[in-house]
């Protein structure tokens, strides 16, 4: 089975602190993707990615960056929490393609920014 | 713009029962539907994915339908146990390629024992 690992189920951070939330994937995906869930917004696509060294903004990609420099790692970066970052942070990948290919996520990581 | 929702937004029975999730999506150009389910406090768990050449798939007590040209998906769970017991979403996969996957607000399920 495809493991989409993030490295933190919880996270708590202060005001104004650079966070750094980690992404791998086992399965050599293309596709890479980085969403927030909130009550009544459902998810929201911050980045994406489509290759190493590849990044593509996402439907509210401001105060957020990301690095991929590995096929398998995908980090989103918080430059300067606020508290309007505080959300559910999910992970995805999936193939190249644009047929059968099925989108597989992370376990999320809650950030709570203080 | 792709637009995906999901009726009803919640949904409780009883333990036994037979029920259907309902997705509609507003443009038909699309390569596939995804149905996930997700637990509290958790990432989203693929459970069947439809492409747009077919009809249905099914999987173990899930069966999930498409009809492109209505733009509607539904998801049928036979015999519901409490561990069905979650959230589910669908999404899809619009036809320009580059385009993200849309995904509908989800619809929280609760079988009662």
């Known amino acids: 089975d495809v493991k989409v690992t993030q490295s933190s189920r919880y996270l708590v951070k202060r005001t104004g602190e650079k966070v750094f939330l980690e992404c791998v994937q086992d399965?050599?995906?293309?596709?890479m993707f980085w969403y927030r869930q909130d009550p009544g917004l459902g998810l929201r696509l911050i980045y994406f990615s489509y290759d190493v060294k590849m990044k593509e903004k996402g439907d509210i990609p401001e105060g957020y960056s990301v690095s991929r420099e590995k096929k398998e790692r995908f980090s989103l970066i918080l430059e300067s929490a606020s508290t309007n970052q505080t959300s559910m942070y999910l992970c995805?990948?999936?193939?190249?393609?644009?047929?059968?290919?099925?989108?597989?996520f992370g376990s999320g990581t809650q950030l709570s920014v203080l | 713009k792709q637009e995906v929702t999901q009726i009803p937004a919640a949904l409780s029975v009883p333990e036994g029962e037979n029920l259907v999730l309902n997705c509609s999506f507003t443009?038909?150009?699309?390569?596939?539907l995804q149905w996930f389910r997700q637990d509290p406090g958790k990432g989203l768990t693929s459970l069947l994915l439809i492409q747009s050449s077919q009809r249905e798939q099914t999987s173990g007590r899930l069966n999930a339908s498409l009809d492109k040209s209505s733009g509607r998906s539904t998801l049928y769970i036979a015999a519901s146990q409490p561990g069905d017991s979650a959230t589910y979403l669908c999404a899809v996969r619009p036809g320009n390629y580059g385009q993200n996957f849309v995904f509908g607000p989800g619809t929280r399920l609760s079988v009662l024992p």
């Open positions: 995805a990948s999936t193939p190249l393609g644009i047929g059968n290919e099925k989108l597989f």
């Open positions: 399965m050599d995906h293309e596709n």
């Open positions: 443009d038909s150009a699309i390569y596939n």
